[in-house]
């Protein structure tokens, strides 16, 4: 078990560009979360997979911005467009499947990507 | 809707000192409530977290948090501090889903 991993770990790039983000997580965890954290914040939801199925969404998310999981393994999230205002660290979590209905099993966080925008 | 309030930004503090981080939050519904700590250029990690039964929880490493319902409080509280408790500390909040809807961070810096 090698922890969740995210390549790259920095990414620099100009406005207008497209990015994509690689996250592998835990073997056998089922459910993938991206986060992004600003400076100075807390990381916010983006959304989250279980298996290959994107459950849900946040706000945060615009069009410009897609997410997939395609095999229910690894995730990319893509940026098109890119603008300033994306410059961010981009986190990656998995969990394992809950032990039963109710319960919760913790989320693993990945190093993250740094993006910049310029 | 869910929300997280770290008061503090930064705490500074004299290695050896207690320390106590304070975290509030709002749900409309039953939360599970956790401390996550980011030390310098890595990942978060998990410190503790509050999920039923005993209302105070702890962590290997010398950490301690209590969830007080009436107070929508789950403060992070050690008697003593090291210096390698130097890190970015947050207090996070889950409910039905299992996004995690963390606080803006507290700073603890560690002098010696």
């Known amino acids: 078990d090698t922890g969740v991993s995210q390549n790259p770990r920095h990414k620099i790039t100009k406005r207008g560009q497209n990015v994509t983000f690689r996250c592998d997580p835990i073997s056998e965890h089922n459910r993938l979360y991206w986060y992004r954290q600003t400076l100075g914040q807390g990381p916010e939801f983006l959304t989250y997979f279980q298996n290959e199925a994107q459950l849900e969404k946040s706000r945060l998310l615009s069009d410009r911005f897609s997410a997939e999981r395609p095999k229910g393994s690894f995730s990319t999230l893509e940026i098109q467009r890119t603008e300033q205002g994306d410059s961010a660290m981009y986190l990656c979590?998995?969990?394992?499947?809950?032990?039963?209905?109710?319960?919760?099993?913790?989320?693993?966080f990945g190093p993250g990507t740094r993006l910049t925008v310029l | 809707a869910q929300s997280v309030t770290q008061l503090d930004s930064q705490v500074p503090v004299f290695e050896e000192a207690p320390v106590e981080l304070r975290c509030n939050y709002s749900?409309?519904?039953?939360?599970?409530l956790f401390w996550y700590v980011q030390y310098p250029n890595q990942g978060l990690q998990l410190l503790l977290k509050y999920l039923s039964g005993s209302t105070l929880v702890e962590s290997i490493n010398g950490f301690e948090a209590e969830f007080n319902k009436s107070q929508t409080s789950f403060h992070l509280r050690k008697p003593s501090v090291h210096i390698s408790d130097t890190a970015e500390y947050f207090c996070?909040?889950?409910?039905?889903?299992?996004?995690?809807?963390f606080g803006t961070g507290t700073r603890l810096q560690v002098f010696p």
């Open positions: 979590a998995s969990s394992p499947p809950p032990a039963g209905q109710g319960n919760y099993n913790e989320q693993f």
């Open positions: 996070a909040v889950s409910g039905y889903t299992d996004k995690l809807i």
């Open positions: 749900s409309s519904v039953s939360v599970y």
